[in-house]
C-alpha cells in the first residue's frame, strides 16, 4: 500500500509541474527524479531516514541463486527491509545511484550509504538462508518421513 501511495504522489507532483518539464533530457529520467525526490520528501517528512553513521569494513556480499529464491519473494523481503536500508538498497542496487549521489539525496555520507547497503544485503542474506534451511528441513521431513 505504501509503494501505490508513494507512487500515486509522484504522479501528482509529476502532474503539477507538467509545465517545468524543459525538454532538455528525457521525460523518463525527469519522471524519475521527481519521484525520487518526492519520496524521498515524505520520508524526511516522517523521519524515516534517521540514518546510521558508522562505517563497515567488511562488506557482506550477497549471491542469490535463482533457483533458491523466487524474485516475488525477494521483492517481498526487501520491501520487509528497514525503511533507512531499504532507500538504500533501492537507489543502489535497483536505480543504479553510486554512494555519493545516494549519500547527497539523503543528505548523508558516502560511508553512511555504504554501511546501510552492506546491512541490507546482511538483513537480506539472513532471510535467504532462512528460507533455504526450511525447504531443506521440509525435504528431510519428506524423504525420511518424520519431523526433526
Do not use: C
Not at 89 to 111: A, P, Q
Not at 122 to 127: A, P, R
Amino acid at each position: 500500500m505504501e509503494a501505490e501511495d508513494n507512487l500515486h504522489d509522484s504522479f501528482m507532483t509529476i502532474y503539477d509541474k507538467i509545465g517545468q518539464f524543459g525538454a532538455k533530457g528525457s521525460f523518463e529520467g525527469w519522471m524519475k527524479r521527481i519521484t525520487v525526490n518526492t519520496i524521498l520528501q515524505k520520508f524526511r517528512k516522517e523521519e524515516h531516514l534517521n540514518l546510521i553513521s558508522d562505517n563497515i569494513e567488511n562488506p557482506i556480499e550477497v549471491e542469490v541463486d535463482d533457483e533458491q529464491v523466487d524474485l516475488d519473494t525477494l521483492l517481498n523481503f526487501i520491501q520487509e527491509l528497514p525503511n533507512k536500508y531499504r532507500a538504500t538498497f533501492n537507489l543502489y542496487v535497483l536505480d543504479g545511484y553510486s554512494h555519493k549521489e545516494i549519500g547527497e539525496l539523503l543528505g548523508t555520507s558516502t560511508g553512511t550509504s555504504k554501511s546501510n547497503l552492506a546491512r541490507a544485503r546482511n538483513i537480506l542474506k539472513e532471510k535467504i538462508e532462512t528460507i533455504t534451511t526450511k525447504s531443506i528441513i521440509g525435504i528431510l521431513i519428506i524423504v525420511f518421513g518424520y519431523t526433526l
